[in-house]
């Protein structure tokens, strides 16, 4: 499964942002689709996910009610809906495909290239 991160950029703190993935290659609709983010000197930490079947999604505490995962199975993409955005949520953020433990980056197997956020204050 090859995925393909886009929609980041700059935004100001309080703003929204839609990123998408969108995968090729594979039976999509039989993964679990997760965001990741990564800032500058952290770890790369779990943000939301959302099972194959679009019945269940997790969400980090720092992003619940902000950030709104979704996906298309008939086109292949999930996305990631940001609101009341922060300046710490700058980072780059990663979609990633697994059929394991959602909030577990070593559980994915398939990974995007990422994309930038950043949020100004």
């Known amino acids: 499964v090859q995925l393909q991160a886009s929609g980041g950029g700059l935004v100001q703190a309080g703003g929204s942002l839609r990123l998408s993935c969108a995968a090729s290659g594979g039976t999509f609709s039989r993964y679990h689709m997760g965001w990741f983010r990564q800032a500058p000197g952290k770890e790369r930490e779990f943000a939301a996910a959302i099972n194959w079947r679009r019945t269940t999604t997790w969400y980090a505490d720092s992003v619940k009610g902000r950030f709104t995962i979704s996906r298309d199975n008939a086109n292949n993409t999930v996305y990631l809906q940001m609101s009341s955005l922060r300046p710490e949520d700058t980072a780059v953020y990663y979609c990633?495909?697994?059929?394991?433990?959602?909030?577990?980056?070593?559980?994915?197997?398939?990974w995007g290239q990422g994309t930038q956020v950043t949020v100004s204050s």
């Open positions: 990633a495909a697994t059929r394991g433990v959602v909030q577990t980056p070593s559980e994915y197997d398939y």
